[in-house]
C-alpha cells in the first residue's frame, strides 16, 4: 500500500511554542487531511486541503497542500496544554485514505 | 447533529470466536469506512460502502466482512478471532464516496481485546 512518512514521530515542547510536523510520500494525493486523537478516542478532523499550494487556518492551526502533492504540513502556533495528542495526517488517493503514523506531542506546562 | 456512533465501545472475545460491531455514521452521510488502528500498524483501512455497496478492500483476510443497511449504518464481522485482531476499530463516516475528496468523520472507535 502507499507510504505515508510523517516525522516528528514524537515532540516535547515548552508551552507557547510553535509546533511542526510533516507528512511525505513518493505518491501523489488528491487531498490531505489531518487529525488529533485524544487517547482512547477516535480522530478528530482538523484541517482539510484539497488543491496544491493551498494554505487554510484553523484557529492556530495551519496546514499546507505541497505544491508537488507529494506532501503536507501542520503548524501549530502557541502551544497550549490541551494541545497534547497524536496528530495524523491522511492522503487520498484513487478510491482510498492512507494515513501517517502520527505525531505525538507533549506540551509542557 | 449526532456524530457518528460506534457500539460496544469495549470487548473482551476469545480466540475462535467471532465479533459484531456495529456503526451509525452521522445524519445524511452515505459512506462508511472502517478501519483497524493498533500500536503496531497505525491506521489500516479495512472497507468502505456507500449505497449497500462494497467499494473498496484493504489488505485483510475474508474473515473480516462487513455490510451496510439501506438507512447508511454499517456492521463489521470478524470470524474466528486471532489475538493479534486485538486492536481499535475505528468507523468513519462522509457524505459520499472516498473518490469525492469527502471529508471523513471518525467515531470514539470499539476497543476489542481478544484473549
Known amino acids: 500500500g502507499q507510504q505515508l512518512n510523517q516525522s516528528p514521530q514524537s515532540m516535547f515542547i515548552q508551552e507557547g511554542e510553535d509546533v511542526s510536523m510533516n507528512c511525505t510520500s513518493s505518491s501523489i494525493f488528491n487531498t490531505w487531511l489531518w487529525y488529533k486523537q485524544d487517547p482512547g478516542e477516535g480522530p478528530v478532523l482538523l484541517i482539510a486541503?484539497?488543491?496544491?499550494?493551498e494554505l487554510t487556518s484553523n484557529g492556530r492551526l495551519t496546514a499546507q497542500f505541497g505544491i508537488t502533492r507529494k506532501d503536507s504540513f501542520l503548524n501549530i502556533s502557541a502551544s497550549i496544554p490541551s494541545d497534547v495528542g497524536i496528530y495524523f495526517c491522511?492522503?487520498?488517493?484513487?478510491?482510498?485514505?492512507?494515513f501517517g503514523t502520527g505525531t505525538s506531542l507533549t506540551v509542557i506546562p | 447533529k449526532a456524530g457518528v456512533t460506534q457500539t460496544p465501545r469495549y470487548l473482551i472475545k476469545t480466540r475462535g470466536q467471532q465479533v459484531t460491531l456495529s456503526c451509525s455514521p452521522i445524519?445524511?452521510?452515505?459512506?462508511v469506512s472502517w478501519y483497524q488502528q493498533t500500536p503496531g500498524q497505525g491506521l489500516q483501512f479495512l472497507f468502505e460502502?456507500?449505497?449497500?455497496?462494497?467499494?473498496n478492500k484493504g489488505n485483510f483476510p475474508g474473515r473480516f466482512s462487513g455490510r451496510q443497511f439501506s438507512n447508511s449504518r454499517s456492521e463489521m464481522n470478524v470470524s474466528t478471532l486471532e489475538l493479534g485482531d486485538s486492536a481499535l476499530y475505528l468507523c468513519?463516516?462522509?457524505?459520499?464516496?472516498?473518490?469525492?475528496?469527502?471529508?471523513?468523520?471518525f467515531g470514539p472507535g470499539t476497543r476489542l481485546t481478544v484473549l
Open positions: 468513519a463516516s462522509s457524505l459520499g464516496p472516498s473518490g469525492g475528496a469527502n471529508e471523513q468523520f
Open positions: 486541503l484539497y488543491k496544491a499550494g
Open positions: 491522511a492522503g487520498l488517493t484513487g478510491n482510498q485514505f492512507y
Open positions: 445524519s445524511g452521510h452515505r459512506s
Open positions: 460502502y456507500f449505497s449497500e455497496t462494497q467499494r
